[in-house]
């Protein structure tokens, strides 16, 4: 329920009011909190797609008394979760995120604005996605018995599937307080997701654990090598040519990586060249296969090189 309520707690009052009302037992199963320009709000679990009424009711039926966002309330929701500082997060929503509290994160979608071939800014905001993070101590061990003691490993998995649940847990396994031998590691939170440090005290990722917060993966990589001597570093969502640089630099500074990458099975992350030379290069030793959103954590598969 606390993570429900970090995910809404920057809404609108019109909005918050009415999903701070939700019954407790339906809130813990909410996944996403979804608000479209003209559309109906809803609130995605894992098997059913749910309808708040004018009134404050659920219901699973899609009808004429339902709560919508027209393009005011679009710029409103945006502009609230944004901390009344659209200008702030400008970079951010450019590339279709904005940080919540505990790890939460909202996706945002509208009309781009171009410069230089590069989303600059984003205006006549359509698409708001709040995606509510979950906490799960001890996620990790299916992954942990699957890799051994592998410590340089990619974990893909479809949106929902527990990435990022289970990158906050393997901090916590290598690095916390419980750790026979405690790893340094270092995260690179380039959306702020992981450790969720923007407000302050954020999520428990071990006692042995430093982050760099809303740095650029390739950036922040290069830094932690550099000054803060990991033994892990722990990335989210790779797959870019200046990532795979710096992951194959950092590499022979004998640093291991546990990154998580967008993907369905492991011919589905070859066919993209980044990952691809990432893996022929020897930066990952093994892949972890999830086994999707019903499943969240746990293992499909695991491919050794």
Same mark, same amino acid.
């Given at each position: 329920m606390k993570q429900y309520l970090n995910a809404i707690s920057l809404l609108p009052d019109? #909005?918050?009011?009415? *999903?701070? /009302?939700?019954?407790?037992?339906k809130a813990k199963e909410i996944k996403e909190i979804r608000f479209r320009n003209g559309g109906a709000v809803a609130l995605n679990t894992k098997d059913e797609v749910c309808y708040l009424t004018q009134d404050g009711k659920l219901t699973s039926v899609y009808c004429d008394n339902l709560l919508r966002s027209d393009e005011k309330d679009m710029y409103e929701i945006?502009?609230? *979760?944004?901390?009344?500082s659209l200008h702030t997060y400008q970079d951010m929503i450019a590339k279709g995120? *904005?940080? +919540?509290? @505990? @790890?939460c994160k909202a996706g945002v979608g509208g009309r781009a604005v171009i410069r230089n071939g590069a989303v600059y800014s984003v205006s006549a905001f359509n698409s708001v996605n709040i995606r509510v993070s979950r906490e799960f101590y001890g996620c990790s061990r299916d992954v942990i018995k699957s890799v051994g003691d592998c410590k340089s490993y990619l974990i893909i998995g479809q949106p929902l599937s527990g990435k990022t649940t289970l990158l906050r847990d393997l901090c916590r396994? #290598?690095?916390?307080? %419980? /750790?026979?031998?405690? +790893?340094?590691?270092?995260?690179? %939170?380039?959306?702020d997701e992981i450790a969720s440090l923007s407000f302050g005290c954020g999520e428990y990722i071990g006692e042995h654990t430093d982050v760099l917060t809303l740095y650029p993966k390739a950036v922040g990589t290069e830094i932690a090598v550099r000054t803060l001597s990991p033994d892990i570093i722990v990335l989210d969502e790779i797959g870019g040519d200046d990532e795979s640089k710096a992951l194959l630099s950092a590499m022979n500074s004998g640093v291991d990586f546990i990154a998580t990458a967008h993907g369905n099975s492991f011919e589905d992350v070859m066919r993209r060249p980044n990952i691809k030379t990432l893996i022929n290069g020897g930066v990952f030793k093994k892949i972890v296969v999830l086994q999707g959103k019903n499943a969240p954590c746990k293992v499909k598969e695991t491919v050794s090189f």
């Open positions: 019109k #909005y918050k009011n009415i *999903l701070s /009302a939700v019954p407790e037992m945006v502009f609230m *979760l944004s901390r009344r995120f *904005l940080p +919540l509290k @505990g @790890g396994y #290598y690095s916390g307080k %419980d /750790a026979i031998k405690p +790893l340094k590691t270092v995260v690179i %939170d380039e959306r």
